[in-house]
């Protein structure tokens, strides 16, 4: 028993935490980040105000994740995000096919609880920052919860808070709003009737409870819906939780002072479009329908932005323009949305897209003027039109493995943040990321200090490519298909390919390329072909002439309702086949047609179809595509870009094997695996149910023998990235992966590493 008499004023319990690197903010920038620091051997402490991690992902907001991919919707192939951010939604996919936002919650949990170099913190508001001679010392924060005061303390600090409440108490240079366009010459900076802020939005959450049910709604919710809420034609009974984006307001305020009043318009509006679909009769479908969750906290999009060495612009992402010190990839749409939000009468939002993804440089990832400062997340340096397209989480949990990976780098090194943009640290950096599975732009991942460069290597076979079985039906010709093949710059081609007409007609083929070899977007003509067709089933010839350089073409089966391309449901890596057309939640129509004005191109959109619906056309070739060969493991990207960088055993082989001779014995600390987890296929965390609960590509069952003795077994595997440790070996002479793949596909390697 505890009993206090009168005493003095008290202080608060206080606790002093010193760490490497502080991480304010446990959004997925700011989980990233403490992972990937706290995996590179850093105490890292992490600081969330919220009971829960994840941020606008987690089960209190409930927002989807999602980045360069865009829903599958645009034409950045093989785009997903790669890294600690591909492991959770890798993760969240075997676990959660169904996509409930509260069982991701368990996973973001389960990551950090690995790392015992990391000290999480949830319901911890930091408070106040003590900067000196323009560096962070430490900062305070308060528990509500568990009544006690935390002083944190450490080499380098992050704000990954979204509003950068660090960045606003360190001193830290920052903007908040719309740049004038002549600033960064950016033709889409929006003006003053558009506005300059991106609002909140809140979500709901129905269920179907079997019988009818009655809504009295509160008094406080909108009335008279269709008058004040221009768009209400488009509430449908069967959209709910972020499908319902575009129910925002607060654009025209304060996104952080005045964050409670827009939270309270926006409940509000939740309660009463909910009373208009339960009890305005035009929706009887509504009837069994109960609310079951209204979050109780808004989902951010823009607040405060930190200034870094660089800014990111409109034009780095319209023209993909190259920076040395590129270490992460985005290619969500410039996507701005009106500050009257869901009260005005303009569309939600104006998406416009680039040919392919763009680089981000690491000069975005610190403050200019607080040292040891980094800023990711939400607070990236970018103009408010930058900031349209990198703001999504996907793409900001990359910038957090990118500075939790450079903290490391730092503390080691001694250096700090703006060192590690300088050519003496770049590729450490670019290195680190890369072994960890992250996509580095431009990149061969697969050179730098990889030991196999010394080893004689072997397979049991190499797949050449000469078709995809016919095995799948056939698909109808109601919009123009494409086949996405890695073209030859040694030989013309020809490939035969199955079709059926209902009557005589004639077939249009338009073999198209990217003006960029890494893009996929099909935009100049190589060749055309126009073959005529009798009624039935026939192979179709189509010349494949050689291309000055290795890049994807695009074979186009154009429009026409009279005809069927055969399919096959064989999985290659990096072939896939797209479809001339748009696709809802991202572009209604199946071209970009983008005012001249704006600075912004006009294409086409070929977009895939998710599985199981998805399949590769089905050919045959008259030489086989020799692109699958064993030198693949050794050097390039860690994805499909302008090839497929893949190393694939034959269709045929039954025992898949890799080996490594040296011919001097070497010793190793691991062994890294890297394999295709198909980053092509948009991976959102809620709302969408995924066919596969493992990627059929993966590599699900390994084993690896050291100088003819098995070291490491693994079984069932669903990870992108396979490390095996050999700090155990002495000597090295040689190294033997037996590979499996249990869903009958041939084998794939992106590629490996020993160290």
Avoid at 291 to 305: A, Q, Y
Wanted: contains cysteine.
């Amino acid at each position: 028993m505890i009993v206090e008499g009168a005493s003095a004023p008290r202080d608060l319990k206080t606790v002093e935490i010193e760490a490497d690197l502080v991480v304010v903010g446990g959004g997925l920038s700011g989980v990233c980040a403490a992972i990937a620091a706290a995996r590179e051997g850093l105490k890292v402490a992490l600081v969330q105000d919220r009971p829960v991690l994840g941020g606008n992902a987690s089960s209190e907001v409930r927002l989807w994740i999602l980045g360069a991919t865009s829903h599958g919707g645009n034409n950045n192939r093989f785009a997903r995000e790669g890294g600690i951010i591909n492991e959770l939604l890798l993760e969240n996919q075997f676990r959660n096919p169904g996509g409930n936002p509260v069982i991701f919650d368990s996973i973001v949990q389960d990551w950090v609880s690995r790392e015992q170099n990391l000290t999480v913190l949830v319901n911890t508001q930091v408070f106040h920052a003590v900067t000196t001679d323009n560096r962070v010392r430490e900062i305070h924060a308060f528990n509500s919860q568990n009544s006690t005061m935390y002083r944190l303390s450490g080499a380098f600090f992050a704000d990954s808070s979204g509003d950068g409440i660090l960045v606003h108490m360190s001193g830290a240079a920052y903007r908040m709003g719309a740049e004038k366009a002549e600033e960064f010459d950016e033709p889409m900076a929006p003006g003053n009737n558009y506005g300059e802020l991106l609002g909140h939005s809140m979500y709901f959450y129905t269920k179907d409870v079997g019988h009818p049910v009655d809504y009295v709604a509160p008094d406080f919710a909108l009335k008279d819906v269709p008058s004040l809420i221009p768009r209400y034609r488009r509430f449908r009974t069967t959209e709910q939780g972020c499908s319902l984006w575009w129910i925002e307001w607060g654009g025209r305020l304060d996104t952080i002072h005045q964050s409670e009043e827009i939270k309270v318009e926006l409940q509000k509006i939740v309660y009463g479009v909910w009373n208009y679909i339960k009890n305005s009769g035009e929706f009887p479908e509504a009837a069994n329908l109960a609310l079951e969750w209204i979050g109780t906290i808004p989902g951010k999009r823009e607040s405060r932005r930190a200034e870094g060495d660089y800014i990111l612009r409109q034009q780095d992402i319209v023209r993909q323009i190259v920076h040395e010190d590129d270490v992460c990839h985005g290619g969500w749409s410039i996507d701005l949305h009106p500050a009257d939000g869901v009260y005005g009468d303009a569309d939600g939002c104006n998406q416009f897209h680039a040919k392919g993804v763009y680089g981000i440089p690491f000069r975005c990832m610190y403050s200019r003027n607080i040292e040891n400062l980094f800023t990711n997340g939400r607070l990236l340096s970018a103009s408010h039109v930058a900031f349209g397209s990198s703001r999504v989480m996907a793409t900001s949990s990359t910038v957090g493995q990118a500075i939790g990976t450079a903290a490391a780098l730092c503390v080691k090194a001694g250096v700090l943040p703006r060192d590690v943009a300088k050519p003496e640290y770049l590729p450490t950096l670019k290195l680190s990321l890369s072994r960890a599975g992250h996509y580095v732009p431009r990149y061969d991942a697969l050179v730098d200090g990889n030991l196999a460069h010394a080893a004689k290597i072997t397979v049991s076979s190499s797949l050449a490519l000469s078709g995809l079985a016919h095995d799948r039906g056939y698909k109808q010709l109601t919009a123009s298909y494409a086949e996405l093949l890695p073209g030859r710059t040694d030989i013309d081609n020809v490939i035969h390919v199955p079709v059926r007409a209902a009557r005589s007609t004639e077939l249009n083929v338009e073999l198209k390329i990217a003006e960029k070899p890494e893009n996929h977007t099909p935009e100049t003509l190589v060749s055309a072909v126009s073959l005529p067709l009798d009624a039935g089933e026939q192979t179709v010839a189509i010349p494949l002439p050689k291309l000055a350089q290795a890049q994807y073409v695009f074979v186009c089966f154009m429009e026409n309702p009279d005809v069927e391309i055969g399919l096959s449901s064989e999985c290659i890596t990096g072939l896939v086949a797209v479809k001339k057309g748009g696709l809802d939640k991202v572009s209604t129509t199946a071209r970009q047609e983008a005012p001249s004005e704006l600075g912004v191109d006009s294409f086409d959109f070929w977009v895939p179809e998710r599985r199981p619906g998805g399949a590769n056309i089905a050919f045959d070739a008259d030489h086989p595509l020799h692109v699958f060969d064993a030198a693949n493991l050794t050097s390039g990207p860690l994805r499909p870009t302008s090839a497929p960088n893949a190393w694939m055993a034959d269709r045929a082989d039954t025992a898949p094997e890799v080996k490594l001779g040296f011919e001097t014995p070497i010793l190793a600390r691991k062994l890294i695996l890297y394999l295709d987890c198909d980053y092509d296929h948009p991976l959102e965390s809620v709302q969408y149910r995924h066919h596969d609960r493992v990627m059929p590509l993966l590599v699900h069952d390994a084993t690896i023998s050291v100088n003819g003795r098995v070291v490491a077994e693994i079984r069932d595997n669903r990870n992108p990235v396979l490390a095996v440790d050999l700090s155990e070996e002495r000597q090295i002479d040689s190294l033997s992966l037996r590979l499996a793949n249990r869903q009958g596909h041939a084998v794939s390697l992106l590629g490996l590493r020993v160290e």
